[in-house]
């Protein structure tokens, strides 16, 4: 049992069906955490594996969300078949964002979760039941958010509800949603892990206000027409830093330099963030 790490640590599996989305957070006292407890796909539903984990429950979870079973069927399945259940906490949510939670009689005080539309929250070794329902109350009151949002406001609340009582140390967020990705050939919305750090929970929102910045979509009704003015207050933004030319060309290779390239789209409009950006600068 020594040479068995246990995941100890609180986490939520969500669904924004609407949106097409689901997702997973957790943080623990645990190097890595990301590379473990979360695990999701577009149209099928989302699992979380922790305790003394069974990473297989992830894949295997995944594949039977797949079928079309629903959160609890898969619940039972996966532990029933599993001899280690006793010292297991698993989490999922269905494509319906059914969710269902599962603790194991054997996991560590304080030990248990909450399920409810949209969710499945958990967590072991924990200060006491007020970091999961944290997780619960949390994501249910912030409804019509965007999931990610949603999720990093829930792991703060439960980590200021007293979180994990061995400390922290890494956190991750992942949500999938259909071509939500990198130039919309992948399903990974969002996959960012804090590994190891002192305070993993603002670390980890940290990291989002980044991918927001240079993957977020701005509506493009709010782009910004791009008249003589602001044609001539580019250029010459762009050619300060190098990048003189065709105004299309000097963009669009500012653009792929900063990462921010997901934002740019010709030169006739502008989205409000590049040209925030450029004027920083």
Known sequence: MADRPVVATYSIAAADVGAGQWGVTTQSKFLAVGSIVPWAEAGSGAVATQALANPSYGPAGLALLRQGLAATDVVAQLTEADDGRDERQLGVVDADGNGATFTGSGCMDWAGGLAGPGFAAQ???????????????TFTASDGRPLAERLLESLAAAQAAGGDRRGQQSAALLVVERGGGYGG???????????DHADPVAELARL???????????????????????????????????????????LRAWSGTENLEERVDGAERVDPVVLEELRRR
């Open 123 to 137: 967590g072991n070794i924990l200060v006491g039941e007020g970091t999961v329902a944290a997780l619960a109350t």
């Open 185 to 195: 050939l992948s399903d990974t919305l969002v996959d960012l892990r804090v590994d």
């Open 208 to 250: 989002y206000d980044m991918h927001v910045l240079l993957f977020g979509k701005t509506p493009r009704d709010r782009w910004l027409p791009v008249d003589d003015e602001l044609r001539t207050e580019l250029g010459e933004r762009l050619a300060r830093l190098g990048y003189d030319g065709d105004l299309e060309h000097a």
